[in-house]
């Protein structure tokens, strides 16, 4: 015959391999789609929690302008601070001191006797008693032996409980000595050591015995109490840091008068100004401004929309976003409801946002120049527009209101941990990923029974081919005989 049916072409020309790959990509278009969707809500979900890091540190910042110890702060400066330095807590009077030192309170610091070395015997000849070591009350026994040492004493007084000294040997010109230093400065902290047991030279032998003028042969440093003078009062104190004279303020006097050789002292005089910390006020509000400014500028690229690209950002058209917009801006330029028109908007201090068409469009820019005139103005006007400062039965109750405490609370109320909308949202989005990850598994799931049902399928028609390509066979077999036999 011219021609013929080759069932065997039929059957090799079938590609069972791709068309279960073809099939198959078909039926998993579904999980692309929910993978897609997957993908898209964790971008947003990605996108709040950047929001979130950044409000948590735009309410931090607010801390520095809703507190009102940033208005109270104070800064004390000292017009020489040879004679003495100065610090003020907040709240401290603004005012000015006249201060003069006359002299410095000192550690009582006495010495031993003079021995070769450390472990030199404390006694030449063999010799026991004891010693006690007063100061201020704080007292101590020792007893001692001929096998003592400096080296000994001076543990035996470091390791005493309640001793009022401690002990160090020191080197000096012909060898070692111990130096005992008070625990307490000024004329209370005198060292006093008497003999308690022991033969009359104990104290001799120890080189802790006083001259005739009854003043240690071996003092080291006089006992002595700071004298000075502070706004015409004069006073005397065992410390030389003053914390009892003007409430909040700080004096640590470093050096006293000069002594003249009759032994007249002229005091060493200074003046000490204490003021509101103006740079306390300017660094939290710079700060604070900071932080919003990068808040806003990450709320606005997330919900932009860029035309030319036709990309849009992960926030784009959601509404929690654009109320946490429109309600920060709005704070900036809204008047602060019970103050005075002339202190009841940022704008009076020089906080203004950039104006359209400007590089720091929307930006919040601070004009310290004329914050810092407005602090010297009436700082508590400042402070009550920020919400520090407060009166009334609002305050009264511990409700401020002010910019600051008014943004910390809304973007507090924002953070709160589950009932806030940023967490309840970020649940939301997590349920529904989740959700889609179940889906995802279950069509997987019915996918791959359905590879092994195409595969079984073509399996079966191979089969079934196979079984008809031979019976084909068979058949052209039978034609060809007959015709032969007939020729």
């Known amino acids: ?63 520095g302008i809703r507190l009102s110890s940033t208005f109270t702060a104070r800064r004390a400066t000292s017009s020489d601070e040879s ?58 026994t020792l007893a001692l032996t001929q096998a003592d040492t400096l080296t000994t004493l001076r543990d035996k007084i470091n390791a005493a409980a309640g001793a009022g000294v401690t002990a160090e040997i020191v080197k000096v010109t012909g060898g070692s000595r111990i130096v005992l230093t008070s625990k307490d400065s000024g004329v209370a902290g005198e060292i006093r050591v008497t003999a308690e047991s022991g033969p009359p030279t104990l ?109 849009a950002g992960a926030l ?52 310290t120049e004329k914050l810092k005139a407005e602090l010297t103005k009436d700082p508590v006007a400042v402070g009550r527009l920020f919400g520090a400062i407060s009166t009334g039965t609002a305050a009264a109750a511990g409700v401020f209101s002010g910019v600051g405490s008014d943004m910390y609370r809304f973007v507090n109320d924002t953070l709160q941990s589950t009932t806030g909308a940023i967490d309840t949202r970020d649940t939301l989005l997590g349920d529904q990923i989740k959700e889609i990850g179940k889906r995802v598994e279950s069509i997987n799931t019915r996918l791959v029974k359905r590879e092994e049902q195409l595969r079984a399928q073509f399996l079966r028609m191979e089969q079934t081919m196979s079984q008809l390509q031979a019976q084909g066979n068979a058949i052209l077999s039978l034609i060809t005989n007959q015709n032969d036999q007939r020729k």
């Open 316 to 367: 784009n058209g959601d509404a929690l976003a654009r109320r946490l917009q429109s309600t920060l801006r709005s704070m900036l330029s809204a008047e602060v409801t019970g103050l005075p028109g002339t202190m009841n908007r940022l704008s009076q201090l020089g906080i203004t946002t950039g104006a359209y068409g400007a590089d720091d469009y929307g930006k919040v820019k601070v004009d």
């Open 1 to 63: 015959m011219g021609s013929s049916i080759s069932l065997g072409g039929l059957i090799s020309g079938m590609d069972t391999e791709t068309m279960v790959t073809k099939i198959m990509d078909v039926e998993r278009v579904r999980v692309l789609r929910e993978e897609s969707r997957a993908a898209g809500l964790a971008a947003v979900q990605n996108a709040w929690k950047e929001v979130k890091g950044s409000l948590q540190s735009l309410r931090s910042s607010l801390d």
């Open 83 to 140: 004679a003495a330095t100065v610090s003020a807590a907040a709240g401290a009077t603004v005012t000015t001191h006249s201060l003069a030192v006359t002299q410095l309170a000192q550690t009582h610091v006495v010495a031993t006797a003079t021995k070769a070395d450390g472990n030199t015997a404390l006694f030449a000849a063999p010799t026991s008693g004891s010693i006690k070591i007063d100061v201020n009350g704080k007292a101590t």
């Open 203 to 311: 104290l001799t032998d120890l080189g802790l015995h006083k001259n005739g003028d009854g003043v240690y042969v071996n003092q080291v440093v006089a006992r002595q109490d700071a004298i000075f003078t502070l706004d015409g009062q004069d006073y005397t104190r065992s410390s030389n840091v003053v914390t009892d004279t003007v409430p909040g303020l700080t004096i640590t006097l470093k050096k006293g008068g000069t002594k003249d050789g009759a032994g007249v002292v002229t005091p060493l005089s200074a003046t000490v100004t204490v003021s509101q910390d103006q740079d306390a006020v300017v660094n939290a509000v710079t700060k604070w401004a900071g932080s919003l400014n990068a808040t806003l500028s990450l709320l606005q690229e997330k919900t932009q929309y860029n035309a030319s690209s036709k990309a």
